[in-house]
C-alpha cells in the first residue's frame, strides 16, 4: 500500500533555531502534499497545501514566513519551523495525495518541542 | 468555511456491541470524505474513502455512508472489539484547491 513516511519522528530544540521537517511519499507519485498541526486533544487543523513545482498556499492565520513549506519533488515536501518558540511546541503531520484514487494517506506524525 | 462536526465526543462500549459514529459537515459541496483512526500519540489510519458520487464504502466489519444532500456520514463498526478502541476522525475534501477540513473526533473505548 502507499507509504508516507515523515522525518524525524520527534525532535527537541531550543528557541530561536529553526527545524526542518521531511515528508515523503515512499512509493508513489504525490502532487499534492498536505501540512498539519494537531494541538493536545485536539483534531488536527490544516495549515498548508502544496504542490510540486509551485508556492504553497497557506490557511488564514497561518505565517508563511514562519513555517517555509518547500514541495521540491513529486515525492517531497519539507516544513520548516523558522525561529521556533514553545508555543510551536506541537504534533505536525503531513499527508500525499495520490494521483489514481485521490485517497490521502498520512505520515506518522513528528512531535516537536521547543524548549 | 466548512464545519465539519463529530458526535458522539467519546463512547464506551462492551465488546461485541455494533456501533455508530457520526460526522455532519455545513457546506454539501464536497469532493470525497474520509475516516480515520487515530491512536494515542500516534499518526492517522485510514479505513475508508467515500467519493462524492458514492453513497457508501465497506472494509470488513466497517461500513461508511455518506448522505452529501442532508451533510451527514455515518461510520458502522459491526462486532466492536478492544483492539478498535481509538479516536475516529472523519475529513472533508473540498474541490478546486483540495482544502481538508477535520472533524472533532469521536473518542471510543471498547471494553473487553
Known amino acids: 500500500g502507499a507509504v508516507v513516511s515523515q522525518h524525524p519522528s520527534w525532535v527537541i530544540c531550543k528557541s530561536g533555531t529553526s527545524v526542518k521537517i521531511e515528508c515523503r511519499s515512499l512509493?508513489?507519485?504525490?502532487?499534492?502534499m498536505f501540512w498539519y498541526r494537531q494541538f493536545p486533544k485536539q483534531s488536527l487543523m490544516l495549515m498548508a497545501t502544496?504542490?510540486?513545482?509551485?508556492?504553497?498556499?497557506?490557511e488564514q492565520g497561518v505565517e508563511k514566513d514562519k513555517f517555509l513549506i518547500n514541495h521540491a519533488s513529486l515525492t517531497l515536501s519539507t516544513l520548516t519551523v523558522t525561529s521556533a518558540h514553545p508555543e510551536d511546541s506541537s504534533f505536525y503531520i503531513c499527508?500525499?495525495?495520490?494521483?489514481?484514487?485521490?485517497?490521502?494517506?498520512f505520515g506518522p506524525g513528528t512531535r516537536l518541542t521547543v524548549t | 468555511k466548512q464545519e465539519v462536526t463529530q458526535i458522539p465526543a467519546a463512547l464506551s462500549v462492551p465488546e461485541g456491541e455494533n456501533l455508530v459514529l457520526n460526522c455532519s459537515f455545513t457546506?454539501?459541496?464536497?469532493?470525497?470524505l474520509q475516516w480515520f483512526r487515530q491512536d494515542p500519540g500516534k499518526g492517522l489510519t485510514s479505513l475508508l474513502l467515500?467519493?462524492?458520487?458514492?453513497r457508501e464504502q465497506t472494509s470488513g466489519r466497517l461500513n461508511a455512508s455518506l448522505d452529501k444532500s442532508s451533510g451527514r456520514s455515518t461510520l458502522y463498526i459491526a462486532a466492536s472489539q478492544p483492539g478498535d478502541s481509538a479516536t475516529y476522525l472523519c475529513?472533508?475534501?473540498?474541490?478546486?484547491?483540495?482544502?481538508?477540513?477535520f472533524g472533532t473526533g469521536t473518542k471510543l473505548q471498547v471494553i473487553p
Open positions: 499527508s500525499a495525495r495520490y494521483r489514481g484514487n485521490d485517497e490521502q494517506y
Open positions: 512509493d508513489f507519485q504525490a502532487t499534492t
Open positions: 502544496s504542490n510540486e513545482g509551485s508556492k504553497a498556499t497557506y
Open positions: 457546506d454539501s459541496a464536497i469532493y470525497n
Open positions: 467515500i467519493q462524492s458520487s458514492q
Open positions: 475529513a472533508v475534501m473540498m474541490g478546486g484547491y483540495q482544502k481538508v477540513t
